[in-house]
């Protein structure tokens, strides 16, 4: 089993203590009330929460787009962040000219938390990833209650039905899929899926090696209206502009931006000037 595989069972296993504790009914009744917020207090909302498919549209904009993590742990690197300040990290990257944050949740292997999101979300004016492991229905509920713009659907964990519905039911929430792929296989998967934004994660979760041509590759298979994200070892803005290069839309950049102590003049430097 690889370690996708067995943080996907230990999701499998927290999911089903979490919908004890929230019922699905009650979720919807929380999205509900968001939406009737939105309709008779709009000035008192974020400019995402008012905007369905927020995150498409970041990603759509002229030159190279920022997903920038807020990231304690990971299970590549451990603890990569012991002060967590992450409203801060959020609105420093909001500061700095990121197109979207993406927010950890997953609680074991990356030490992250809904509580993370939903104080994200409603601190800053930029579209918010749900990064975690998405293998319920319920998951998707749970972004959308909580905030999100968008939630992960993983190739490798989800099978076609459930990629295709995972989507939809996101899409009919106003939210978007950013669908993760691997390899040929996957992204040929994703396409068939109806996914309109693609990441490509550039790490072998066999061996955590790291290389970049593996998103090159991909994108070549992936026609041009298909919003195309680069993940992982991003680290210099020559990896930046051999991405942009080859029609790669965006990057989602976690542990160089969380190991830096200015973040914003990280982005610039990755970026080779400023991005406002």
């Given amino acids: 089993m ?3 595989n067995e943080i996907a069972a230990k999701t499998k296993e927290r999911i089903q203590k979490e919908k004890l504790e929230i019922p699905e009914k009650d979720l919807i009744q929380m999205i509900q009330k968001r939406k009737v917020q939105i309709l008779l207090h709009p000035e008192q909302q974020s400019i995402t929460s008012r905007t369905p ?3 498409y549209q970041a990603l759509k904009k002229e030159g190279m787009s920022y997903i920038c993590e807020v990231k304690k742990a990971s299970p590549s690197k ?3 962040a012991p002060a967590f300040p992450y409203l801060e990290i959020a609105k420093e990257y909001q500061e700095a000219g990121a197109a979207a944050i993406s927010c950890l949740t997953e609680p074991f292997y990356f030490q992250g938390s809904d509580r993370y999101l939903q104080e994200i979300t409603a601190a800053v004016d930029i579209p918010v990833l749900r ?27 989800l099978n076609d039905e459930q990629l ?17 792929a691997h390899d040929e296989e996957e992204t040929e998967r994703a396409l068939k899926s109806g996914a309109r934004i ?6 072998d979760l066999k061996t955590f090696q790291v290389d970049m041509q593996n998103s090159i590759r991909m994108r070549k298979l992936a026609p041009e209206n298909v919003v195309f994200v680069s993940e992982s070892g991003i680290k210099t803005s020559d ?20 190991r830096s102590q200015d973040k914003k003049a990280a982005l610039e430097e990755l970026n080779g000037k400023p991005l406002k």
């Fill in 53 to 55: 498919h927020s995150f």
């Fill in 78 to 80: 451990g603890l990569i």
């Fill in 131 to 157: 990064k975690d492991f998405t293998v319920d229905e319920y998951m998707i509920f749970q972004a959308a209650a909580y905030g999100a713009a968008a939630v992960l659907l993983i190739c490798a964990i």
């Fill in 239 to 258: 990896d930046i502009q051999k991405l942009y290069d080859n029609q790669v839309d965006a990057v989602l950049i976690g542990e160089t931006l969380m």
């Fill in 2 to 4: 690889n370690i996708l």
């Fill in 198 to 203: 693609i990441g490509v994660n550039n790490r």
């Fill in 164 to 180: 295709k519905e995972y989507r939809e039911l996101a899409e009919e929430l106003g939210m978007d899929a950013l669908v993760e």
